[in-house]
């Protein structure tokens, strides 16, 4: 059995190559394109599923919202963007193990977008610019 060919290339990392270049992505890819604010955690784009690609900073470190057990905080913060013009903070509650999904160390759902900014200019570039204002207007999220 083959693996999933995207694009019609059939190695993985030149896959994931493909999709970042695609959907506008530039280096860095794995980290952060600044130094990001006080508390604020990530900045790498990662695959969301289906190779949808999006760029996140979190409010706690890590790129794995899953805990073995129960996180410091109940509530935290992402920014992120993907493909399309805008750059959203979303809010994320802890969810117990169990609870959602069946997950057995619990983890942090959805649970709101706090605000969303559309950029006049679609790029990696303009949307990281937006990100990290968005960032530092939010700031008093990072506790």
Do not use: C
């Not at 959907?23 to 794995?30: A, E, K, N």
């Amino acid at each position: 059995m083959r693996d999933f060919d995207f694009l019609g290339i059939p190695e993985t990392g030149n896959r994931r190559s493909s999709a970042l270049s695609n959907q506008g992505f530039r280096r860095p890819t794995d980290d952060s394109p600044f130094d990001n604010p006080p508390g604020w955690h990530g900045g790498g784009v990662e695959q969301t599923g289906g190779f949808v690609m999006n760029r996140i900073w979190r409010t706690f470190p890590g790129t794995d919202s899953m805990h073995g057990s129960r996180p410091a905080r109940e509530v935290e913060y992402e920014v992120r963007y993907g493909q399309d013009p805008w750059v959203s903070v979303h809010r994320l509650e802890w969810s117990p193990p169990g609870t959602q999904y069946g997950n057995s160390g619990g983890n942090y759902e959805y649970a709101g977008e706090v605000e969303t900014v559309a950029v006049e200019e679609n790029t990696d570039r303009a949307k990281a610019r937006t990100a990290l204002k968005l960032m530092r207007k939010h700031q008093d999220l990072v506790r």
